[in-house]
């Protein structure tokens, strides 16, 4: 079993930043593949970033590449995700999530390949 919880949400006006941590516990952190994903009010959960364990490869969704950044400190337990130039469109429950393994973009891209989830931190972007 793995446990995610995540922090570093809040309110910040467009053009903003903030980092959102993920801090895990119980299986060893860096063999998981680590994904973060959003969910808006009405909307489906959709894809925002991945990291994988080992090389560390980093993947990003079109509409946040060049103002997303995802890292990951192994020896912490903990995965960013640091959001500069926000938007009001980003707006949305951030979550992380885990899972064993590399596999390819596609994978990783859809909410339902992944093992474990934390309850998700709260972002809103005024305009």
């Known amino acids: 079993q793995v446990q995610l919880v995540e922090s570093g949400g809040g309110l910040v006006q467009a053009g903003g930043s903030l980092r959102l941590s993920c801090a895990a516990s119980?299986?060893?952190?860096?063999?998981?593949?680590m994904g973060w994903f959003r969910q808006a009010p009405g909307k489906a959960r959709e894809f925002v970033a991945a990291?994988?364990?080992?090389?560390?490869?980093?993947y990003y969704a079109d509409s946040v590449k060049g103002r997303f950044t995802v890292s990951r400190d192994n020896a912490k337990s903990t995965v960013y995700l640091q959001m500069n130039s926000l938007k009001p469109e980003d707006t949305a429950v951030y979550y992380c999530?885990?899972?064993?393994?590399?596999?390819?973009?596609?994978?990783?891209?859809?909410?339902?390949?992944?093992?474990?989830w934390g309850q998700g931190t709260q972002v809103t972007v005024s305009s």
């Open positions: 999530a885990a899972r064993l393994g590399s596999p390819a973009l596609p994978i990783l891209q859809s909410a339902n390949n992944y093992d474990y």
């Open positions: 119980g299986r060893t952190f860096s063999t998981y593949t």
């Open positions: 990291i994988t364990w080992g090389r560390g490869s980093s």
